[in-house]
């Protein structure tokens, strides 16, 4: 049996059971059916709107007044002004595109029947096998990685026929057209607006004629034999022999006036697919990607279901980003509803971020670049906000991200309830920009660094600048929050806006650190002296009353001490301005986390395994894993009870892929950590994980690291950089100074 595969002894009754397949540009769900199968279909690009501009027609904030009533402690005025005056429209949504319906007529199952089917994780392929009555029939199932087709393959026994029926479907509005002899063509356009499913409206879902992403998806039957006839919308097949199914789609978003000649390559590629040939170049381009790490523990159940969770983690990534396609959104690639959960968006107060978590580490670093476009496309946007919003320079994004860019605060222009608590944070461009620096870091690459990094961060750091204003002796941002969080001011009402919430410090400290680093590498002179002279005025680290890290300014108490958001740890993770030899921060931060309790949603969990892992303590990251390893069914919304879904896909509940990423981020944060030119081999390793072997994991400079570890000791490593480096390499409780020569191995055997 593969031990890294995904096995079910009955095909998917909900779409939580199904199976997901994807190459960055397709996103399937299989349920693994004969009959009456459905397997739901996403198109990356396929998102609600138009780009329109989105923000609240004020351009005439008065700022000033805002902040003099958060500098007065009136923060209900505050936040009655920004609902008000600042905030704008919700984000487009990303949409289903299709559902594939096949219906094949075999044999119903009975007691004496066979079923398996399973996703290997080793090679992206489902495969589904069903003996009954000593006949076997077959179906095999991927998303090509190396054209953007979904191909089935399915089998009958030689002495019988196979009768199917195939049809496309679509939520959104659409016509068919039939082509060749064996072909669908199913076309439709995108509604122009699709309110979230949190807020209440007539009309939730509204069409444009002529406004919105079109798309096409194409279906294409071959078989060796038999009878193919199409009528109306469906495909009937008879044949004896075997049956290929391509599925195919293409949407013409940023590129209205190549749509015809992109709908028509892809009807002509599909007609032309050989399957044998295109599932071996299917294989060949996903072993690349997922055969550059590897990871293994010594075997116990416990132990072998993180194993599995950690290699679908990278599964899950190289099917939902690789180079070339769309950024993976709070679902990644699979969505099955016209108003999804939070729209399916790109949340970037952590959601969005935690995705890409394990990417450069994880050694799938081109799987990073998609996230990198994004914040590309975002910037140019976010030069309007900062401009129309705040009359600054630069550029700013805000908690939500859409496939255009949006850049503004959301929250339906102030009239959903309560959002400001979400909205107003325009910290989101700080954080992001350091994924361009982190991307930079491992590649070393300057033409990167220069031409698309760079730009980029200034931007971001030239709004920061002229957002802070001085209050007492410091620099804050006002106003301020702690996403998604909410505080109890003196006279005990609950508000979130205040000043300079702990994250927003956190944030600039690592933006303006990384800045300068940047300017030293390009020899850039800039703004720095007004960066470092900003560091030196930014608020402090603060310990609160309850021995607590703050989380605001003034050392208010949480309304809710267990909430899911822990911001105010971005200094510990994934920033990194509080340290080991930071004792009193660090016992500050541990004193944090035992205060939210290891309960939370499914990110939740895997964000504070992280958080464990950097303060060194590995059997407490490894129950926070465990427990988000817990079975649930639950799909409406829940804040505290996250888990997995039975296709061990990350419930909030309901779905969300960051818990995913977030978990194997978390494996290896526990495994490896990096310092400033120091590689610390097992700084978290729980006692269950006793033995084990890494291989491909990557390290800032672009080094490949390698070590195997027996009874909780290291016995043997291997390094591998690119170009000549010094580094020091901690392990068993000793630190080694070490020389890389470019392109050779270090190796040390340690007996």
């Not at 002495?159 to 016509?175: D, F, G, P």
């Amino acid at each position: 049996m593969d031990r890294l595969a995904l096995i079910f002894d009955k095909p998917a009754e909900a779409w939580n059971e199904a199976l997901p397949l994807g190459n960055g540009t397709i996103g399937a769900m299989s349920y693994g059916r004969f009959q009456n199968e459905k397997i739901e279909l996403n198109l990356d690009s396929l998102w609600s709107g138009n780009g329109r501009d989105k923000e609240n027609p004020n351009k005439n904030v008065n700022w000033e007044f805002f902040r003099k009533q958060i500098f007065a402690g009136h923060y209900q005025e505050a936040e009655n002004y920004c609902k008000e005056n600042v905030l704008g429209d919700w984000t487009e949504s990303y949409l289903p595109a299709g559902t594939l319906c096949i219906d094949a007529k075999v044999p119903m199952q009975k007691e004496n029947s066979f079923y398996k089917r399973e996703l290997s994780l080793t090679n992206a392929i489902e495969k589904i096998e069903y003996y009954q009555d000593d006949l076997v029939y077959q179906r095999e199932v991927f998303v090509s990685m190396v054209e953007p087709v979904m191909a089935i393959h399915y089998h009958a026994p030689g002495n019988c026929n196979l009768e199917m029926t195939i049809t496309l479907e679509s939520k959104i509005r659409h016509e068919y057209t039939l082509y060749d002899e064996n072909g669908i063509v199913l076309e439709g356009q995108a509604p122009v607006y699709v309110a979230p499913p949190y807020y209440s409206c007539d009309i939730p879902v509204v069409y444009e004629k002529g406004q919105g992403i079109r798309f096409a998806i194409g279906l294409y039957v071959q078989t060796d034999g038999g009878s193919v006839y199409q009528q109306e919308d469906k495909l009937f097949i008879n044949t004896s022999n075997d049956v290929y199914i391509y599925v195919s789609g293409v949407t013409d978003f940023n590129q209205k006036e190549l749509y015809p000649l992109k709908k028509a390559q892809m009807l002509e590629n599909i007609q032309h697919i050989c399957y044998e040939n295109q599932k071996k170049a299917h294989m060949d381009v996903y072993a690349n990607y997922f055969n550059r790490m590897y990871l293994d523990i010594n075997h116990s159940l416990d132990n072998d279901r993180v194993l599995k969770m950690f290699y679908y983690a990278r599964y899950l990534m190289i099917c939902s980003s690789a180079p070339g396609s769309q950024c993976t959104n709070l679902q990644g690639i699979w969505n099955h509803h016209m108003r999804a959960p939070w729209s399916s968006n790109y949340t970037v107060n952590i959601n969005t971020e935690m995705n890409y978590w394990m990417a450069e580490k994880a050694n799938l670093g081109d799987c990073h670049m998609p996230l990198l476009e994004l914040i590309e496309r975002t910037s140019k946007k976010g030069e309007k906000t900062a401009q129309n919003v705040y009359h600054l320079s630069g550029w700013v994004s805000h908690h939500n991200l859409d496939i255009w860019g949006h850049s503004s605060p959301v929250g339906q222009f102030g009239q959903d309830e309560n959002p400001c608590t979400y909205s107003m944070w325009p910290m989101s461009s700080g954080w992001l920009c350091c994924h361009l620096w982190e991307h930079y870091c491992y590649t070393l690459d300057e033409t990167f660094l220069k031409k698309q990094a760079f730009p980029i961060i200034r931007g971001a750091v030239e709004f920061y600048l002229g957002y802070l204003v001085p209050y007492e002796e410091y620099y804050v941002t006002a106003p301020s929050t702690s996403p998604e969080n909410t505080f109890l001011a003196p006279d005990q009402t609950t508000h979130s806006i205040t000043l300079a919430s702990t994250m927003d410090i956190s944030i600039l400290k690592e933006l303006f650190g990384l800045y300068l680093r940047a300017c030293e590498i390009l020899k850039v002179e800039d703004f720095t002296d007004a960066v470092k002279n900003a560091i030196q005025k930014l608020p402090p680290y603060k310990i609160g009353k309850e021995g607590q890290l703050q989380e605001w300014f003034y050392d208010y108490p949480e309304a809710e001490i267990h909430h899911r958001h822990v911001s105010h740890l971005f200094g510990l993770y994934p920033g990194n301005q509080i340290h080991k030899e930071d004792v009193l921060l660090m016992e500050a931060c541990r004193t944090s986390l035992e205060r939210r309790g290891d309960e939370g949603t499914g990110w939740c969990m895997a964000w504070k395994a992280c958080l464990w892992a950097r303060l060194g303590d590995g059997n407490h990251a490894l129950t926070l894993l465990k427990n988000q390893l817990r079975m649930t069914k639950e799909e409406t919304c829940s804040l505290v009870g996250g888990g997995i879904y039975p296709n061990m896909l990350c419930a909030h509940p309901p779905f969300q892929i960051d818990g995913n990423f977030g978990f194997a981020a978390a494996i290896l944060e526990m495994l490896v950590q990096y310092e400033e030119k120091k590689i610390v081999l097992l700084p978290a390793l729980p006692d269950e994980w006793k033995d084990g072997t890494a291989e491909g994991v990557k390290a800032p400079g672009n080094i490949s690291v390698g070590f195997k570890w027996k009874e909780k000791q290291i016995t043997e490593i291997e390094l591998k950089s690119p170009i000549d480096s010094e580094l020091v390499i901690s392990y068993n409780g000793i630190e080694e100074e070490i020389f890389l020569n470019a392109g050779e191995c270090y190796q040390k055997i340690l007996i």
